[in-house]
Nanobody, 129 residues
Framework: QLQLVESGGGLVQPGGSLRLSCAASGFALDYYTIGWFRQAPGKEREGVSYISSSDGSTYYADSVKGRFTISRDNVKNTVYLQMNSLRPEDTAVYYC??????????????????????WGQGTQVTVFS
């Protein structure tokens, strides 16, 4: 059974940093494209970043480019999202998700169509003054 568990969320002041972790069990992460999504109250869920299983290439939403970094540790079976220079508008519940097909993963990120193989339960990130 594919399971993802996020951790690392919390409260931070603007300009601060957090590192989110997404630990997988039941499958090897290196065969899956793994991504981070976020959903703020009253807003639609948006794709923040993903790392491809095929070539390790990465994607970042314009709103986080240059501030967030996604990485994977295949030995620990964990994907990380390093978030720097956090802003109040980054406040949201952050979810990680896994998809076996990088093409379907991209389709989901950019169109919302389709389904991914596994989702975590989410971790809250709050950026406040």
């Amino acid at each position: 059974q594919l399971q993802l568990v996020e951790s690392g969320g919390g409260l931070v002041q603007p300009g601060g940093s957090l590192r989110l972790s997404c630990a997988a069990s039941g499958f090897a992460l290196d065969y899956y494209t793994i991504g981070w999504f976020r959903q703020a109250p009253g807003k639609e869920r948006e794709g923040v970043s993903y790392i491809s299983s095929s070539d390790g290439s990465t994607y970042y939403a314009d709103s986080v480019k240059g501030r967030f970094t996604i990485s994977r540790d295949n030995v620990k079976n964990t994907v990380y999202l390093q978030m720097n220079s956090l802003r109040p508008e980054d406040t949201a519940v952050y979810y990680c998700a896994a998809g076996r097909s990088v093409l379907l993963f991209r389709q989901y990120v950019f169109t919302g169509r389709g389904a991914l193989d596994s989702w975590g339960q989410g971790t809250q990130v709050t950026v406040f003054s």
